[in-house]
Structures are given as C-alpha cells and as structure tokens.
C-alpha cells in the first residue's frame, strides 16, 4: 500500500516536471509537436472511415505524413500569434476577449487555410495555380465551418487558459476539425476549368 503511494506520488511529480519541461522551457517545439501529431492523427481517422465506406482500398501513409506536416506550420504560426495577440491585446475581460475572438477569425484563421493549402501544394508538389484555385474553391468551406466551431471555443482559450496551453487546446478541440480538414482536401473534388493546372 505504501509503495503505491510512493509510486502515485514520484510519477505525479514526474509528470509536473515533464509539463514544466515542455510548456516553458521547449514550448515552441511542444506546440509544433503536438499540432504536427493531431494534424495526422485527424487524417488516420478520415481514411479510415474513407476505408469504410469503400471510398479507398487502403489506408495511405504518404497523405497521412503529409497532412501531419501540415501541422507543423501551423503550430508555430499559433504559437506565436497566441503570443502576440497576449501581448497587444492584454486582459481577460469579456470585452477584450470578444475583441480577441473577432480578430482571430477574421485575421488569423484565413492565414492558417491558407497555410494548410501552401504547405500541402509544396508537399505534393503541386502548381501554384491549382494550390490558389484549392483556397479560393475549398478555403471558404474550412472557413464557413470554422466560424460555427472556434468563436466558443476561444472563449474559453482567452478567459481561461495561460497562453502556454493555447495550442494544446486549440489542437484539442481541432481534432473534429483535422478530419473535416481532411475530408475537404481530398474527397471534394475542384471545379476544374483549366485542364493544365493538374499537379
């Protein structure tokens, strides 16, 4: 009994000091690690629920490394845009945290689509034209979805959370949205009107 106590208590301790390791001193490689990894956990989830329902034979390890890398962009990008929002727009008051709430959908989410497509063009080597026709047909679909789920949940980021731990939240919560994303990137076809700009 007492050395299950002691076992409770040394890895409580550990995990404290794992937690001070990776949201202090290593926070920027946490926040890219952990958006890297739910990015790809969120694309698995999709190909095989595409697997399922006979959409694709097998599950694709090249789409899921690609779509996980798409996740390291875009954890740095929110590590330090949760930082400089803190910074300019300090307070947890409800009005600044509506204020921060509108300029994070109306500012930072269409640079983060816009990410996810740029990264991905690059990963698939795909032409430029094509990867702004995908913003421009598919961006707005990711964007639509993104006002019905983020603007509550960033409530609660602001209000409540210390900036270390925005990431982890806000990748948390986008693991519904890492699927979706998926879903969007590769089962809704282009309306294709060039021929040519095939990657």
Request: net charge positive; aromatic share 14%; glycine share 6%.
């Amino acid at each position: 009994m007492q050395s299950a106590a002691l076992f409770r208590t040394e890895f409580v301790r550990r995990c404290r000091q794992f937690g001070r390791i990776a949201f202090r001193k290593y926070l920027l490689v946490t926040n890219a690690t952990i958006s890297l990894g739910l990015s790809g956990v969120g694309d698995v989830l999709q190909q095989n629920y595409e697997v399922l329902q006979k959409k694709q034979e097998r599950w694709d390890p090249v789409r899921t490394r690609n779509m996980a890398l798409t996740g390291l962009p875009i954890g740095v990008i929110c590590h330090f845009w949760y930082q400089f929002l803190d910074h300019r727009m300090p307070g947890r008051t409800l009005r600044r945290v509506v204020q921060k709430v509108v300029v994070d959908q109306i500012l930072f989410s269409p640079i983060c689509i816009s990410a996810f497509f740029i990264t991905l063009g690059v990963l698939e080597h795909t032409k430029p034209a094509k990867v702004k026709k995908e913003i421009v047909q598919k961006g707005w679909m990711l964007y639509a979805a993104e006002w019905m789920i983020w603007p509550p949940a960033q409530v609660i980021n602001f209000y409540w959370l210390p900036t270390r731990y925005r990431v982890l939240y806000d990748n948390t919560i986008s693991l519904g949205y890492d699927v979706y994303t998926s879903y969007i990137k590769h089962e809704v076809p282009l309306d294709d009107d060039d021929e040519d700009e095939d990657s």
